[in-house]
């Protein structure tokens, strides 16, 4: 969540809860539940770093806030984020892995494995549709992020299917 | 989809012991050029009031030859299907013509809509060839154009509408004489994402009004509408899951979306 944070940043200063809400507004219910603890400790972090910087806001009858800016360093972090492309998705190698021994063990049948692997992918694209059909379809960055891991989700069950017809 | 006009003699509920579709030991080889295709080899299945079955699985694994035989469009070597407890091995080419204008809905890959009718005639022939009367067709066809968001392409021609949209008609025209069995053969299969996703949110949508749907695609997004799911490998079932069941204690969806630190 480090680089986020700092993109959002980027536009001008702001204090944790904010930031927190932003991530929620922009992602909507693709994100599951930012948890606030979690951007006050990588907040913490990104200052000891050096890549932002917080000043102390007292406020009347609350306790303090903190407001945190980008340092030129953050600035320079994030436009390094921005020159390189990211990795590319994985293949789900522990699955993979037990597929392919499975035949050595004797422990467990390939089939019976695609099987429930397949249970399980599908229950979650289920679960997918259902959470684009509740989210806002005017959210376009959420309607793309779950059309995203729908799409992933897609090939992995293409790619079952490959197997299973390899493999019988 | 409308409650109040149909008889229903008496409370129905989910766990009717007869089953709407039954099928049992269904066998179908296609003999063509070259090596006999074994394309359903000895099928059982079960389909209940309101389900939304899903048979999915590679192309050429049988799927729609499979939904070919539960439409009676194709006849089986060996077996035999039940519509509502009803053994149907006695039905002629005629009697299936009849079930499919009363009993089932078919919506095809490539919409098969009669191209020089406009959408309204499309929508309203099934209902005049049930002998619905014309007033009685021309309602049951705005209200379904209009749910479908068709309204104001009644007077268009097939082939002036986008792929999504000739698959909106051809459900109209599928469901307009209310059959209790809505069958749809890769009906995303030649739309776009875009296209394929309001098929799965209007397949939903009726399936939640308590429409019974048996849908045969290779696209997981649109199986995972169904509330079951069979894999149909090499012509037969490999596995028949419900979905929907209890959470797994699978990461799921967040593990697919979390932004991880």
Redesign the interface.
Known sequence: MRLPLLALLARGPAHGYELKQDLEQLLGSAYPQPNVGQVYVTLGRLEKSGLIEGEEVEQSSRPNKKIYHLTDAGREALRAWYEETADEPRVRDEFFMKLALAPQTGLADQIALINKQRRQYLNTMRNLSKLAAAENRDNRISQLLIEGAMLHLQADLDWLERCQEELE | MNAAADPVPGPHTTSDPVPLLRAEGLVKTHYGEGAPAHAVRGVDLAVRKGEFVAVT??SGAGKSTLLHLLGGLQRPDAGSIWLDGECTDGYGEARWAVERRRRIGIVFQFFNLVSNLSVADNVELPALLAGVSPRQARAERELLLDELGLKDKERSMPGELSGGEQQRVALARALVNHPPLLLADEPAGSLD?KGTREV??LL?RFHQRGQTIVLVTH???L???ADR?I?F??GRI??D?E???AP?R?P???G??????
């Open positions: 699985g590679p994402s799965t949110r939903s696209d997981a997004r199986a995972s509408a799911v894999s490998f090499d490999a596995d899951a979905l929907g069941g797994s699978a799921g969806i967040s697919v979306l979390e932004l991880k630190d």
